[in-house]
């Protein structure tokens, strides 16, 4: 039975999986606007990384126009990622949501019940989560939240890499605080 049940969540994962990448090809990938930005970051990807394989030799002015440049390019490639991210913004809100109901009514569904059994006992933060709306007292009881989550985590990525959708490689995460006046670490070197 617990094999059963296992198989029964791990199905419905993929499934969920798959229905809200769809549901995000839908809305998003497959749009002109993202391709477009997407290309572009992926240009500015790789003009950065072009710039900072050039040799930096020659006089401090040719070092502090290269490094100028490369600044330019930078905050490019960070403002485009910010527009990218604006424009998913919706579309993973409204994938979050899905994924807060499904997990509610399959919280619902198998409530109490031992789905699976560890072969160990977890530390204890992965043993609240794993042992979650589950009643007595045996560490090694595993609930449908945890196999759930660790379905969504390995499928979903995998999902994403299969159909070639999602983000592209290289892009750098926008600093959310970036406008509230946080610090934003430079990787490059400093002209001495």
């Known amino acids: 039975m617990g094999v059963l ?3 029964v969540i791990m199905a419905l994962s993929a499934l969920i999986a798959l229905l809200t990448e769809a549901y995000s090809w839908y809305t998003v990938y497959r ?3 993202y391709q477009r930005l997407k290309r572009h970051i992926e240009n500015l990807v790789k003009d950065v990384e072009k710039k900072k394989a050039e040799p930096v030799g020659g ?5 502090v126009k290269n490094l100028k440049a490369l600044s330019r390019l930078e905050k490019d490639l ?3 990622t910010k527009d990218l991210q604006a424009l998913t913004m919706s579309n993973k809100l ?3 949501v899905t994924l807060m109901v499904v997990m509610i009514a399959i919280n619902k569904s198998f409530a109490g019940i031992v789905v699976a059994k560890l072969p160990f006992v977890p530390i204890s933060l992965v043993q609240k989560i794993s042992h979650r709306a ?7 009881d595993c609930s449908v939240a945890f196999i759930f ?3 969504q985590a390995g499928v979903k990525g995998n999902i994403v890499k299969l159909v070639g959708v999602g983000h ?3 892009m750098k995460e926008a600093n959310p605080f970036a406008e509230l006046g946080a610090p934003v670490e430079e990787d490059h070197a400093k002209v001495q």
């Open 5 to 7: 049940m296992c198989v």
């Open 31 to 33: 749009k002109p606007e």
């Open 59 to 63: 006089s401090v002015e040719r070092k």
């Open 78 to 80: 960070a403002e485009a």
């Open 94 to 96: 409204v994938v979050a």
């Open 134 to 140: 589950l009643e007595g007292e045996d560490p090694t």
């Open 149 to 151: 989550a660790l379905c």
């Open 168 to 170: 592209p490689k290289g």
